[in-house]
């Protein structure tokens, strides 16, 4: 996953990264990678902001709420608005 996307960011294709990328945050958080896979999701906004691509905007929300939910010092008010947040 990690070669397939690098190969996207090489070539600029912007097409549903987001998609991509939140799949792999997913991937990521399953296998307990938790910081890795928020890093990931921030990249993920990252792309979203310059794009203007929204079409995965609530996932990633909820994405990183999930996230937040997960680390040892995670902030659940933070994760609540991720979960709250319109679309």
Do not use: I, W
């Amino acid at each position: 996953m990690r070669e397939s996307l690098g190969v996207h960011r090489a070539m600029h294709l912007q097409v549903v990264f987001t998609y991509f990328l939140a799949f792999f945050a997913e991937t990521l958080a399953r296998n307990r990678n938790t910081g890795e896979a928020l890093g990931v999701v921030t990249e993920a906004f990252e792309v979203m902001r310059t794009t203007g691509q929204r079409m995965y905007e609530a996932e990633l929300h909820r994405l990183k709420g999930e996230l937040l939910l997960q680390v040892a010092d995670g902030n659940a008010a933070e994760a609540e608005a991720c979960f709250l947040r319109p679309s």
